[in-house]
């Protein structure tokens, strides 16, 4: 147990409680994209077929279309890096957690691919998930997919806005626990995870109307962070 942590959430459980209400109240609540959840970029056999897998990033809230998506977005700076035609799918569902997806994976028919993307930790933050079972949820969730499982990292949900302090410290600092999650298992497990990260997105113009999620921009911005370390697996997986 990280006491401090659990300790500053029991002293300030009622204040965390309404502050929680009034901002599911107040925010928007934008839709998964539209349209069709794939495509490719080149011509031909893909090269390379990504999936990007997990909650509202992979689902594409904050944008009308998934061709504005992030798996949209980052197969066309792959193949644009890589000259190599790429697939891309996308998988998500908004509001789950990784319990949440395990189950739905269950009966899930996903696509054959080559590399997955996993974008995860917000609901499992706000959920209050424990740092124990996130792990063990992260490596059972690695064994159905390809290896290695690429794990973006968790929103810097003290930088939200849109959220009332102090609970968006103590989401904050919650989500800052299980993206250091993310990044020792990627330490210890480099065959199984891959960490990737992108820079905070401090300017309003890359987020969506709820100031919450990425917009078309943001999910542009993540996509050319994130493409070359992608890209140079790529180069490498195409050389062997």
């Known amino acids: 147990m990280h006491l401090p ?3 500053s959430v029991t002293l300030l459980a009622p204040l965390l409680v309404w502050q929680g209400k009034q901002t599911r109240r107040t925010t928007p609540r934008l839709p998964e994209a539209g349209g069709e959840p794939h495509g490719q970029y080149g011509d031909g056999e893909p090269a390379l077929r990504l999936l990007v897998i997990g909650e509202s990033t992979a689902a594409g809230v904050g944008v009308a279309h998934h061709q504005d998506g992030l798996a949209s977005q980052l197969a066309r700076q792959l193949q644009q890096q890589s000259r190599h035609t790429i697939g891309w799918h996308s998988h998500g569902i908004n509001g789950i ?3 949440g997806l395990l189950d739905h994976l269950k009966t899930a028919e996903l696509p054959a691919v080559d590399a997955a ?3 995860m930790g917000v609901n499992d933050t706000t959920g209050l998930t424990s740092r124990r079972r996130y792990r063990e949820q992260l490596l059972i969730l690695a064994g159905g997919l390809p290896k290695p499982l690429y794990l973006l990292s968790v929103p810097p949900m003290h930088r939200f806005t849109a959220l009332p302090s102090p609970l968006r410290q103590l989401l904050g600092w919650r989500a800052r626990q299980l993206d250091a999650i993310q990044q020792q298992l ?5 065959d199984d995870f891959i960490y990737l990260s992108y820079p905070p997105m401090n300017d309003p113009a890359l987020l969506a109307e709820d100031g919450y999620h990425p917009g078309i921009k943001g999910y542009q911005a993540m996509a050319t962070a994130l493409a070359p370390a992608i890209a140079a697996k790529l180069l490498t997986w195409k050389e062997t």
């Open 97 to 99: 957690r990784l319990s």
């Open 117 to 119: 993307l996993l974008s």
């Open 186 to 190: 990627a330490r210890d497990r480099p």
């Open 5 to 7: 942590f659990w300790l």
